[in-house]
C-alpha cells in the first residue's frame, strides 16, 4: 500500500473520470485514488469499477445512494482513508480544475518540509491564477476567500481552496463527525478547524482552470453557505459552543 490517496468526490463526472485517473498515476509520486461516487446517474461508478480491474490494489471505489454534498463525501472518504492507514490524505476534483501533476507538490511540502496541511492556492503572493473563469466568478471567489480571511483571521489567502493535502493527523484530531457544513464552505471549515488546533498550514501556487467537460456544481446556496455561514462559525468558536 502507498502512504498517500487521493480523494476525488463524483456526481456524473463520465466525461472526466477515466482521464483524471490515469492522470494521477501517471505521476513519478505513487498515488492510490479514492472515488467517492454518490450514485451519479451517468454511472461514474460504473466507469471506475471497470476501471479497477486495471487498477487493482491502488483504485478504490466508495459507493454512496443519493448526493448529500460535498463535505459529507469528503468526511466519508476521510474516514475511509483513516481506517486504511495511509498517511497523507489528498482532496481532488475530477474536472482537471486541479492539475494532477501538482499533486507531488501539496505532498513535498507535508512529507519533506513539515506542513500539517498543505493548499493548492490560487491567491498567493498577490496573484490571481485562474484560467477559464468570467469575471464575475472570479471576483466572487476571490473576494469570498478575503472576507473569510477577514472573519477568521486567519493567514490562509485561498479560504475556499478545495486542493488539500492532510497529514493524517490533522484529520485524527479534528471531530469529523461535527462539521456543520456540506457544500463549498466544508472547505472553509476544514482549514478553520485545522487554524483552531495550530496546526502547520501552507500554500503551495498552483493554477486553477475551469472545467472543460461536464456540469459544474456550483449554486447560489452554495455560496450563500459559504459566505453566512462563516460569521456564525467564528462566533461558535469565539464562545466555545
Not at 12 to 33: M, P, T
Not at 171 to 188: C, H, P, R, S
Request: proline residues 2%; glycine residues 4%.
Amino acid at each position: 500500500m502507498r502512504d498517500a490517496i487521493v480523494i476525488i468526490p463524483t456526481y456524473n463526472e463520465i466525461e472526466n473520470i477515466e482521464a483524471i485517473i490515469r492522470a494521477v498515476f501517471s505521476n513519478e509520486k505513487l498515488f492510490d485514488i479514492l472515488i467517492v461516487d454518490d450514485n451519479s446517474p451517468d454511472l461514474t461508478g460504473l466507469k471506475v469499477k471497470q476501471l479497477q480491474g486495471e487498477f487493482e490494489d491502488q483504485l478504490f471505489l466508495l459507493s454512496r445512494q443519493e448526493k448529500t454534498g460535498l463535505g459529507s463525501a469528503y468526511i466519508a472518504g476521510f474516514k475511509w482513508c483513516l481506517e486504511k492507514q495511509y498517511d497523507y490524505i489528498f482532496e481532488m476534483d475530477a474536472d482537471f480544475s486541479h492539475n494532477p501533476n501538482d499533486l507531488e507538490k501539496l505532498y513535498n511540502a507535508c512529507a519533506i518540509n513539515g506542513a500539517d496541511m498543505s493548499i493548492g492556492s490560487r491567491y498567493i503572493n498577490n496573484n490571481i491564477n485562474v484560467v477559464n473563469w468570467d469575471m464575475k466568478r472570479l471576483l466572487l471567489s476571490y473576494f469570498a476567500s478575503k472576507y473569510v480571511r477577514f472573519i477568521t483571521r486567519m493567514k490562509i489567502h485561498d479560504t475556499t481552496a478545495g486542493f488539500v493535502c492532510y497529514k493524517r493527523r490533522v484529520l485524527e484530531t479534528i471531530d469529523l463527525d461535527n462539521i456543520k457544513f456540506v457544500g463549498y464552505a466544508f472547505q472553509i471549515e476544514m482549514k478553520f478547524k485545522a487554524y483552531l488546533k495550530k496546526f502547520k498550514i501552507v500554500e503551495v501556487p498552483v493554477i486553477f482552470t475551469d472545467r472543460t467537460k461536464g456540469k459544474s456544481k456550483m449554486s447560489g446556496s452554495i455560496i450563500s453557505e459559504a459566505i453566512f455561514g462563516v460569521i456564525n462559525m467564528k462566533l461558535k468558536s469565539v464562545f466555545n459552543t
